[in-house]
């Protein structure tokens, strides 16, 4: 089976969850590069992005590929959909498609629901309409911290216990 990455980050403003999700495909990228048997085992690793990339990945044994014409969520919704339908897709930036079949999804926090005020209208009615439904439909669900599990546990309806944790990485801080 492929598993393909919803590189979407590389199309958006570096922060905190562009970085997150960076460092983890990083990690993996690496981890394929060192273990043959492993990378045997899961098999091909393609990262989809939208047009339009901010940041070029520096990935050695995961393909990155350009499809659609759109951007956003729309280009999630559409594009993306459709080029990893047939296999996991693992989205680490808060959203995905939310039809797809195989998902594994990242919520990074439960901040649209806590501090609305530091979010736009469109934003928060966008994000706690589709943040409950990619949380029903993930085969994995991921967060960055107990606190976050639980935080979203409470908004999502869904057992903190549902979440795997990710921590994040502080090492930006050092550069």
Known sequence: MTIFINARFL??????????????VAALDNLIGTDPILAAAIGPIIAL???GVLRHAQWRNIKVKQVGRTYGHIWEQGALYRASKGGLLISLGNAGPLR????IVALHDAN???????FSSSYKMLHKTMRPILARRAKRLLTVSK????ALS????IQADKFSIIPNSANHIMN
């Open 11 to 24: 199309c958006q403003p570096l922060s905190g969850v562009q970085r997150f999700a960076g460092e983890i």
């Open 49 to 51: 992005h939208p047009e």
């Open 100 to 103: 797809h079949p195989a998902q």
């Open 112 to 118: 649209i629901w806590e501090i609305p005020d530091a």
């Open 147 to 150: 606190f976050s599990a639980t």
């Open 154 to 157: 409470k908004y999502l309806e």
